[in-house]
């Protein structure tokens, strides 16, 4: 008799409590092509994209277990998936993670938040944006939980390097990113950046 698991916990995006029961079956849809999102891709190729092996992709499919984080990072970005279509909406109970709670930290976590909303609000997905920065959808995916570490997208703000690093304002490298987190960007959703 098989046991019903708990909802899997690990660092979601902020408005998000755990993954969805069915991850297994929904990541299985997606990569068969069931939903009719991405072309049909076998698990081999998906696993060796993914950089894990085609029996542990099947043991997630299969609900035996849940994907290490990271892991399901690179799924959700081969599949084109978005966290509304694995996770469940609502308030997790846990703090933010602001990396070592610092004022940097604390800035780099607003930046990220900022980033996530206006993506959000111009109604792209991870892949979307990927596309049109070149940065990685698991990458990005990292940097709006705010996850990025000291991530190479960030930097300082040129007008601030005369500052005591504390007062320095941090920014997003890359120019899209940049423009976005800053609400500048008004491309539509099918033009080229």
């Known amino acids: 008799m098989k046991t019903e698991r708990p909802p899997a916990r690990m660092r979601l995006p902020e408005g998000f409590s755990h993954l969805r029961a069915d991850l297994g079956q929904i990541l299985k849809d997606h990569r068969t092509g069931v939903k009719g999102v991405v072309e049909p891709i076998s698990q081999d190729a998906l696993a060796m994209s993914v950089g894990i092996t085609r029996v542990a992709l099947s043991r997630i499919e299969n609900g ?8 399901l990072d690179r799924i959700m970005e081969e599949l084109e998936l978005d966290w509304p279509q694995v996770a469940i909406a ?30 959000e609000a111009l109604g792209w997905s991870l892949a979307e944006l990927s596309r049109r920065s070149g940065v990685s ?9 705010a996850q990025g570490g000291r991530s190479g ?11 005591v690093p504390e007062d320095r304002r941090v920014v997003f490298g ?3 990113l940049a423009d976005l987190a800053a609400g500048r960007f008004d491309y539509g959703p099918d033009e080229e950046s």
């Open 137 to 145: 959808a698991a990458q990005l995916s990292r940097i709006e939980r």
């Open 153 to 163: 997208v960030f930097t300082w703000h040129p007008d601030d390097l005369g500052e």
């Open 174 to 176: 890359n120019p899209i």
């Open 90 to 119: 609502g308030d997790s109970g846990r703090p933010a993670l602001l990396f070592d709670g610092s004022l940097q930290a604390t800035k780099i976590y607003q930046l990220c938040r900022r980033l996530r909303l206006e993506r």
């Open 64 to 71: 035996h277990t849940w994907p290490q984080g990271s892991t």
